[in-house]
Nanobody, 118 residues
Framework: QVQLVESGGGLVLAGGSLRLSCAASTTGRLINVMGWSRRAPGKQRELVATITIDGFTNYADSVKGRFTVSRDNAKNMLTLQMNSLKPEDTAVYFC????????????WGQGTQVTVSS
């Protein structure tokens, strides 16, 4: 598995921006896909953005045009730039990784809280 540590959460006003980061420790394993998931109170976990090792990205409709995911393969870093934040973006955000050979995300971070006030 991969150890993942998120940072960058916090409190922001609606319309503001936040940048989340995730540091991955792989012990030599190659990460194929990385992503960000979120869980809001009373709601199911939602996968909001993914990025492959080749840089192909995918976004949930709810964040398209506002969030941007990127990764630095050399540094094993994943980021999520969140702009035009809305109160409904309030959630705990989790970093996830899928190593080569896995069919699903097998590694998760501990989560970082993002709160957007209106």
């Amino acid at each position: 598995q991969v150890q993942l540590v998120e940072s960058g959460g916090g409190l922001v006003l609606a319309g503001g921006s936040l940048r989340l980061s995730c540091a991955a420790s792989t012990t030599g394993r190659l990460i194929n896909v990385m992503g960000w998931s979120r869980r809001a109170p009373g709601k199911q976990r939602e996968l909001v953005a993914t990025i492959t090792i080749d840089g192909f990205t995918n976004y949930a409709d709810s964040v398209k045009g506002r969030f941007t995911v990127s990764r630095d393969n050399a540094k094993n870093m994943l980021t999520l730039q969140m702009n035009s934040l809305k109160p409904e973006d309030t959630a705990v955000y989790f970093c996830a990784a899928r190593i080569i050979g896995e069919r699903t995300f097998g590694s998760w971070g501990q989560g970082t809280q993002v709160t957007v006030s209106s």
